[in-house]
């Protein structure tokens, strides 16, 4: 049995308090004697109040009473906080090492049990040994709905492990199962000026001490690169002054720090771009991709997505008048990778909030929120206690 509020368990000393009041009012008065006293007694002497030896019931009832009424203000439960409900269990393991590092334990445990275990790729494949993790790259935030979705039945609890990582910080809301529970490993915090984007002439673009953009020369390690160029950029903007303007602050950037781009005007069939410069409204932001629309007022609610209210032309912007579109447009890039500060994984509560659960107010029944029967009966106790207390002592007067 467990206690919402064990606290409150210290009301049940309260039960002294009737038990003392019955103890006192035991005590007799001493006796005096008195040469009249015998022709004032009467053969029928009024009744004393307060607790005899005849009110033992009345006295227990007080007692259950206090005792009924702490158990209930403690709100007692018989279910587990870690008990499951009713169905089977679905394990959607990133294939990661921190991963399998943090809750190693846990999935060996629901190896042992026989309960299903996959690997979050494309596509998905079971997992039949936690020392052998599957080849390929993490699942992207697309691939993560997919997997949710394909593994979302009717009374299953869906358990997802993954890395809380920097990937997470732009991340749209994903939608889960009612029966859904995250486990999340933090991965450690990355100096962001550690990262690279790396160059065509096998150098690498990054940031200084200075917290400038610095050309370092050397190839990028693996696990630094934040972006391989030239990087794939939608330039779809009407005006061909602004197109103009654009594509000469990308040149720029090219020149002096040697970061190409491969520009298109239109979209291309099945092509990923990097970063969309546009005049044009976006329906279905790609979390991957950064996004800069012009001529547009707007309160983005994703970290991708940054609104210009000027079109980017020389009389209607003050970043071109003054020749700073070059270091703004790098500023935005720099931003999108996570080269330009700390970063640090999310915050827990913040990462399970961008997972919300597909269930409507008009749906939740007992199995999502289900009765408390110990509760109930004790609230009955109560109750009935009560009207026995109440009846019993006016039939006695104490």
Same mark, same amino acid.
């Given at each position: 049995?467990?206690?919402?509020?064990?606290?409150?368990?210290?009301?049940?000393?309260?039960?002294?308090?009737?038990?003392?009041?019955?103890?006192?009012?035991?005590?007799?008065?001493?006796?005096?004697?008195?040469?009249?006293?015998?022709?004032?007694?009467?053969? *029928?002497?009024?009744?004393?109040?307060?607790?005899?030896?005849?009110?033992?019931?009345?006295?227990?009832?007080?007692?259950?009473?206090?005792?009924?009424?702490?158990?209930?203000?403690?709100?007692?439960?018989?279910?587990?906080?870690?008990?499951?409900?009713?169905?089977?269990?679905?394990?959607?393991?990133?294939?990661?090492?921190?991963?399998?590092?943090?809750?190693?334990? !846990?999935?060996?445990?629901?190896?042992?049990?026989?309960?299903?275990?996959?690997?979050? %790729?494309?596509?998905?494949?079971?997992?039949?040994?936690?020392?052998?993790?599957?080849?390929?790259?993490?699942? *992207?935030?697309?691939?993560?709905?997919?997997?949710?979705?394909?593994?979302? !039945?009717?009374?299953?609890? =869906?358990?997802?492990?993954?890395?809380?990582?920097?990937?997470?910080?732009?991340?749209?809301?994903?939608?889960?199962?009612?029966?859904?529970?995250?486990?999340?490993?933090?991965?450690?915090?990355?100096?962001?000026?550690?990262?690279?984007?790396?160059?065509?002439?096998?150098?690498?673009?990054?940031?200084?001490?200075?917290?400038?953009?610095?050309?370092?020369?050397?190839?990028?390690?693996?696990?630094?690169?934040?972006?391989?160029?030239?990087?794939?950029?939608?330039?779809?903007?009407?005006?061909?002054?602004?197109?103009?303007?654009?594509?000469?602050?990308?040149?720029?950037?090219? %020149?002096?720090?040697?970061?190409?781009?491969?520009?298109?005007?239109?979209?291309?069939?099945?092509?990923?771009?990097?970063?969309? =410069?546009?005049?044009?409204?976006?329906?279905?932001?790609?979390?991957?991709?950064?996004?800069?629309?012009?001529?547009?007022?707007?309160?983005?609610?994703?970290?991708?997505?940054?609104?210009?209210?000027?079109?980017?032309?020389?009389?209607?912007?003050? =970043?071109?008048?003054?020749?700073?579109?070059?270091?703004?447009?790098?500023?935005?890039?720099?931003?999108?990778?996570?080269?330009?500060? !700390?970063?640090?994984?999310?915050?827990?509560?913040?990462?399970?909030?961008?997972?919300?659960?597909?269930?409507?107010? !008009?749906?939740? *029944?007992?199995?999502?929120?289900?009765?408390?029967?110990?509760?109930?009966?004790?609230?009955?106790?109560?109750?009935?206690?009560?009207?026995?207390?109440?009846?019993?002592?006016?039939?006695?007067?104490?």
């Amino acid at each position: 049995m467990l206690f919402q509020h064990p606290s409150l368990l210290w009301g049940l000393l309260a039960v002294a308090v009737p038990i003392a009041l019955h103890f006192w009012h035991q005590q007799q008065a001493k006796p005096m004697p008195w040469a009249m006293l015998r022709w004032l007694e009467t053969p *029928n002497q009024p009744p004393k109040r307060g607790f005899r030896f005849d009110n033992w019931l009345l006295l227990l009832l007080r007692c259950l009473l206090l005792i009924a009424l702490t158990l209930l203000l403690a709100r007692p439960s018989l279910n587990t906080p870690d008990k499951a409900p009713a169905g089977r269990k679905i394990h959607l393991v990133e294939p990661s090492t921190a991963v399998i590092r943090a809750y190693r334990f !846990e999935l060996e445990q629901a190896l042992a049990r026989q309960e299903r275990l996959v690997w979050a %790729t494309t596509p998905l494949t079971p997992v039949t040994s936690l020392t052998d993790l599957p080849t390929g790259a993490l699942p *992207n935030l697309l691939q993560w709905q997919t997997a949710i979705h394909e593994l979302a !039945e009717p009374e299953v609890q =869906l358990h997802t492990y993954l890395t809380n990582s920097t990937a997470w910080t732009d991340a749209p809301r994903l939608h889960v199962p009612t029966g859904f529970v995250l486990h999340a490993a933090d991965a450690p915090a990355t100096n962001s000026s550690l990262r690279a984007i790396a160059l065509p002439s096998g150098k690498q673009l990054t940031l200084g001490s200075d917290k400038r953009l610095a050309v370092v020369a050397g190839a990028v390690s693996p696990d630094r690169v934040a972006a391989t160029a030239p990087l794939r950029v939608l330039l779809q903007v009407r005006q061909a002054d602004e197109r103009r303007t654009i594509q000469a602050a990308l040149t720029a950037l090219t %020149t002096v720090y040697g970061l190409p781009f491969t520009i298109d005007n239109q979209p291309v069939q099945g092509i990923t771009y990097a970063w969309v =410069l546009t005049d044009q409204a976006v329906a279905d932001p790609l979390p991957g991709t950064l996004y800069t629309l012009t001529g547009q007022v707007g309160n983005a609610d994703r970290a991708n997505v940054t609104y210009v209210p000027e079109p980017l032309m020389p009389q209607t912007n003050e =970043l071109v008048t003054s020749g700073q579109l070059p270091e703004w447009l790098a500023g935005q890039l720099l931003n999108h990778l996570g080269m330009s500060a !700390e970063v640090a994984p999310l915050p827990r509560a913040q990462l399970a909030s961008l997972f919300v659960a597909d269930q409507s107010a !008009e749906t939740v *029944n007992t199995a999502t929120h289900p009765v408390n029967w110990l509760q109930t009966g004790l609230l009955l106790l109560f109750l009935g206690l009560l009207l026995a207390e109440r009846y019993l002592a006016s039939q006695r007067q104490a």
